[in-house]
């Protein structure tokens, strides 16, 4: 598999690049001018900020390959960006590519439907003092799942802190009258996301035929990748 990485010098692309290449697949760079050489390319993997994943898209477009993005905190240009190749090639945009983190999400999906509305609901997420978004995607994601699921439910209420290289933690803190609930992930090493991210490119790129242009969700892969998670 030929990968074209957008952020491939950041924290998140050197661990893509690394595994990637452990891995034995092919990475080609894409620069920040958004020009890249060669001829055949099987999927774009982006880790970058807003300007790199509009180049990102540009280029799944030109070569008419599946995209795959991690980058969180877009704006309105990269979002629209999103979009557009979303109308000529498969897109998966999530804000967390970590098994674990899809599984939590789906717990909380169940658990929220039959949470009363006299719960409320906490967000703490934890990351290194170099991120720059607060709350983070997944802790918004998490709030989306709980909004979605409660009955009635409040606002949620985020926290969030910055500090060292902590890779991510999360917890969700279901609270009611005598009881709460609380659900966390915590990332030991960026290696996860990365995996994650790989393993949905190899799947992309393995069902590419069968695959309509648009945005997939994980729970879409799911179905493509013949049940289960999209990991595997």
């Known amino acids: 598999m030929k990968i ?112 009363p509305q006299e719960f409320s609901a906490d967000v703490l997420e934890m990351h290194h003092r170099h991120k720059r978004d607060a709350p983070s995607g997944t802790a918004k994601e998490l709030a989306k ?20 290289e902590i890779c991510g933690i999360h917890e969700v803190r279901l609270i009611g009258e005598g009881e709460w609930i609380s659900l966390t992930h915590s990332a030991l090493d960026r290696s996860i996301y990365a995996n994650g991210a790989l393993r949905i490119a190899e799947l992309l790129v393995r069902h590419r035929r069968e695959m309509a242009p648009g945005r997939y969700g994980l729970e879409e892969l799911c179905h493509i990748g013949g049940g289960g998670t999209p990991f595997f």
């Open 4 to 115: 074209l990485l957008c952020g491939s010098t950041g924290r998140m692309g050197s661990v893509v690049r690394r595994i990637a290449e452990e891995k034995g697949h092919g990475i080609v760079p894409l620069p920040r001018t958004g020009t890249w050489d060669a001829a055949e390319l099987d999927v774009a993997i982006d880790f970058s900020q807003s300007a790199g994943t509009i180049a990102a898209a540009k280029a799944a477009m030109a070569k008419n390959i599946p995209l795959i993005s991690g980058t969180t905190s877009l704006d309105d240009a990269a979002r629209t960006a999103i979009a557009e190749a979303a109308v000529q090639v498969p897109v998966v945009q999530e804000s967390n590519f970590s098994l674990g983190v899809y599984l939590l999400m789906r717990a909380l999906d169940a658990m929220a439907k039959d949470l």
């Open 145 to 164: 799942i709980i909004g979605q699921g409660m009955h009635n439910a409040g606002p949620v209420n985020f926290h969030s802190i910055r500090g060292g």
